[in-house]
């Protein structure tokens, strides 16, 4: 990556390698890992190998030049932990990375705006949306409302301030994307603070290998971890309902709000953690939030899981051995091999996907469809 603060800045821990030999080593190290299950050839599915972040997080630095005037910068950590200025990234998309510099040179010439500023996080979208959150340490008055409102308009951006206790919408607090999977548009609105995918272009062709190794089904899909319905929403097309379950709020709302864009009727999404999840499927507790959804109705046959680093907790992954089908999306190696353990017994695996959604880390995501066998 043509990135000067690369082998200095500790975000790309893959730093002295090329795209190819980090990717070639985690796939390697995958394979090592996995070859107790498998020996199949894992399906690759690479990112692009510079810009391909559409979220980013910096710290803001402050210091003052010879002249006593205030000077502000992104940093981010070195790998002694140290403060990294930094004036670019490599890692983001080429609109964050167009926009960093405007706004700090903004941000720069207006106290109101720039005093107690203590980090910036950046949410883009392919059609060009961005969401910018301005975190403070000092209250935000009417006075920053102002000239927040001024930057929004010069730059074409939407802001939202938060500070302790406080959350200034300005516009909205989502921003639009569109995602063409399989020549079909989806559309979805992304929540400031919900979970999204990173990696724009890999998160397309992630959900592009789902639907290629899920065959369409007169049954129905369970889901878990569902986020704001990134998966659900084109994955519903193969199911005739789906039944799907989030912990986050933000994310159920955002999941609603994303199945009406889509003119989609056939997916109840509900709040509820996995582990609340199995005790309601199992009828061991009732749940109000259930008390709209008859659970005889369904006839599952296919579960689909995209759990948190942790994985699966014990309930989670007992109740997935009853499924036919199970796909598992994992962010975590580690967990998902320990997850195999367990389902292996009743599954085995039929498909292996890395996808490089983290490219230059030492992160990978996993992609595995299991078919039952006893
Ligand atoms: C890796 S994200 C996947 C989200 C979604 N599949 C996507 O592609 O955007 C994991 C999701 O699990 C949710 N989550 C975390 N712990 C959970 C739990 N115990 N039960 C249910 N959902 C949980 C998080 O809020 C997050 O939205």
Redesign the pocket.
């Known amino acids: 990556m043509n990135c000067k603060y690369f082998g200095i800045c500790a975000s790309c821990t893959l730093f002295d390698k090329t795209y190819e030999e980090q990717l070639n080593y985690k796939i390697q190290r995958e394979k090592e890992r996995f070859s107790n299950f498998t020996t199949m050839e894992f399906d690759i599915i690479k990112s692009s190998e510079s810009n391909f972040r559409n979220r980013a997080e910096f710290r803001i630095w402050w210091e003052k030049d010879a002249d006593g005037n205030e000077i502000l910068s992104y940093a981010m950590n070195d790998f002694k932990k140290n403060i990294l200025k930094i004036d670019s990234c490599e890692m983001v998309s080429p609109h964050i990375k167009e926009l960093m510099p405007k706004l700090i040179t903004k941000l720069e010439s207006d106290l109101e705006l720039s005093y107690k500023l203590f980090a910036v996080e950046f949410l883009g979208s392919s059609t060009n949306d961005m969401l910018v959150t301005l975190i403070y340490h000092k209250k935000l008055e009417e006075s920053w409302l102002t000239k927040a409102k001024e930057i929004e308009q010069k730059l074409n951006i939407k802001i939202i301030g938060r500070s302790r206790k406080q959350k200034i919408v300005l516009t909205n607090d989502y921003i639009n994307e569109t995602l063409n999977i399989a020549n079909q548009d989806f559309f979805f609105a992304y929540e400031e603070n ?4 990173p990696n724009t272009k890999v ?1 397309i062709q ?1 959900i592009q290998w789902v639907l290629n190794n899920t065959q369409a089904s007169s049954k129905d899909l369970c ?10 929403i084109p994955l519903s097309t193969k199911f005739r309902k789906v039944l799907a ?4 709020k933000t ?1 159920i709302k955002s999941a609603l709000r994303n199945c009406k864009l889509n003119d989609i009727s056939t997916i109840s999404f509900i709040r ?6 199995v005790q309601g499927l199992n009828k061991v507790r009732a749940f109000n939030r259930l008390k709209d959804i008859n659970l005889d109705d369904y006839e599952f046959d296919t579960i689909f899981m ?5 994985g699966l ?1 014990d309930t ?1 992954r007992a109740l997935a051995k009853d499924f036919p089908n199970i796909i598992y ?1 994992s ?1 975590n190696p580690e967990t998902l091999h320990r997850d195999l353990e367990e389902l292996t017994k009743t599954h085995e695996i039929v498909r292996f996907a890395l996808f490089d959604q983290f490219a230059f880390t030492n992160h990978i995501e996993s992609g595995v469809i299991l078919k039952k066998i006893r």
């Open positions: 919900g979970f999204t995918q998160n992630m889901e878990l971890y569902c986020g704001g319905g990134n998966f659900t379950t989030e912990i986050s994310s509820m953690s996995a582990e609340e999840f995209d759990p948190p680093r942790s907790d989670t999306i962010c």
